[in-house]
């Protein structure tokens, strides 16, 4: 009895230690995850956008390129925080040509440590033999790190989201299919969904704590961009007027990012919201910090104007 159970033990680990092994191997390769996306195919991106929702969804890859001639890669997350941030440009600069610039999404709501969830784990789980993933995710998500010593728990940790990846991974590999819906990895808002009454967009914040591990990872995102010779730009996307009315405070934090920007020498774009947003039925999605399909051009074509006249005609000259 004792043998069979002591097999069935051996197998067991055997099994889980080849799938780890094998979802690696798909996980690495499954197009549909931004992480694993930068490390197949070549973007020889001059811009690289990076962020939050904010990022991902407002701003088109394809207008900066129209307007300013820069090839331009969105390599924002929905969901994401600074220490992904990170995460997503370390490894893209270890396998992607340095970009010029980089635009990242910047607000008060950046360093919000409301849940105290400062890293989306799952999102590197395929990388944690490089000590760099591997450290942060330490630090950040240490329970994890502690599970995923144990063959396939690294994947089961999180299965709600990993087993459906893998599984999607797996069939994207044998379907040959490099690509992902959106090859410039710009993810448009449904054009059906804005709000119909403002009050959904004004929401009092409570209990707002500064994050000093956001501010951390923020900073190091500066460093690693001033190591590798890459101009930051900083921008905040439109909020309904009446939210920051309601949240007067975040102002302070505002000025707060925007001194750390100044003492870098990095632009900061913050836009006017009581001349920008006062129709929230045509320019706001559902949330009051996140614009409708409708005004993502507007926004796009006044933030690349600023831009192209401030920084990259400035940067022509020299």
């Known amino acids: 009895m004792w043998k069979k159970l002591l097999l069935a033990i051996l197998l067991s680990g055997f099994f889980l230690f080849f799938g780890e092994k094998v979802s690696d191997f798909f996980m690495k390769r499954n197009p549909r995850l931004k992480s694993s996306y930068i490390t197949e195919v070549e973007q020889n991106a001059d811009i ?26 969105n390599l924002g997350e929905s969901g994401t925080r600074f220490a992904d ?71 089961s940790y999180y299965n709600i989201y990993s087993l459906y990846n893998i599984i999607e991974a797996t069939g994207y590999t044998a379907l040959h299919k490099k690509y992902p819906p959106s ?40 460093s690693l961009c001033m190591h590798e010779g890459i101009k930051p730009i900083f921008y905040k996307v439109p909020y309904y007027k009446g939210y920051y009315d309601a949240n007067l405070f975040l102002r302070d934090y505002e000025t707060k990012i925007g001194r750390i920007a100044s003492e870098n020498k990095i632009p900061y774009y913050v836009y006017d919201t009581s001349s920008l947003t006062k129709d929230y039925k045509n320019y706001f999605w559902l949330v009051n910090n996140l614009l409708s399909m409708k005004s993502i051009p507007t926004f796009n074509n006044m933030f690349i104007k600023d831009i192209n006249d401030n920084v990259f005609l400035h940067d022509s000259k020299k």
């Open 183 to 222: 090859i410039n990895g710009f993810v448009s808002p449904r054009p059906a969904d804005t709000v119909d009454a403002f009050q959904t967009i004004i929401n009092k914040v409570h209990g707002y704590k500064w994050s000093s591990t956001e501010e951390k990872y923020f900073r190091k995102i500066i």
């Open 48 to 73: 690289l956008i990076l962020g939050a929702c904010e990022a991902e969804m407002m701003l088109d890859p394809e207008l900066f390129e129209r307007k300013t001639g820069y090839k331009t890669f």
């Open 85 to 155: 941030n990170y995460l997503y440009l370390y490894q893209y600069l270890k396998y992607q040509k340095r970009p010029k610039y980089l635009i990242l999404h910047v607000s008060p709501e950046s360093f919000y440590n409301a849940d105290n969830k400062l890293l989306t784990t799952y999102l590197h789980q395929a990388f944690l033999s490089d000590t760099t993933v591997y450290n942060v995710i330490k630090e950040l998500d240490p329970e994890y790190i502690r599970f995923s010593k144990i063959p396939f728990l690294k994947y």
